[in-house]
């Protein structure tokens, strides 16, 4: 599945173990909530989020992830420098 690709040829060779796109049923470590404004104040968004990420929006990560994202590029060990 797309999930799969991302996590086996992205995610873990690049050590991101904290970024994914998990159905919202499963409990995810570390991943805060956001708000929203309502009529009556501040509201929990979790409702608002698409059930699943896809490529266009609604994954989540860290910023440690994302500097070993980069990093992996910047290394070539997701894609070489020719790519």
Same mark, same amino acid.
Request: proline fraction near 5%.
């Given at each position: 599945?797309y999930?799969?690709?991302?996590?086996?040829?992205i995610?873990k060779?690049?050590?991101?173990?904290?970024?994914?796109?998990?159905?919202e049923?499963r409990? @995810?470590?570390?991943?805060?909530i +956001?708000?929203?404004r &309502?009529?009556s104040g /501040?509201?929990d968004n979790?409702d608002l989020l698409?059930? @699943?990420?896809t490529?266009?929006? +609604?994954?989540?990560t &860290?910023?440690?992830? /994302?500097?070993?994202?980069a990093d992996?590029?910047?290394?070539e060990r997701l894609l070489?420098?020719?790519?």
């Open positions: 599945s999930h799969d690709v991302l996590r086996e040829r995610f060779p690049a050590g991101m173990h904290d970024t994914g796109a998990e159905p049923d409990v @995810r470590a570390r991943v805060s +956001g708000y929203t &309502t009529e /501040l509201a979790r698409p059930w @699943r990420g490529a266009a929006g +609604g994954g989540y &860290t910023v440690g992830d /994302l500097l070993r994202f992996a590029l910047l290394t070489r420098s020719a790519s």
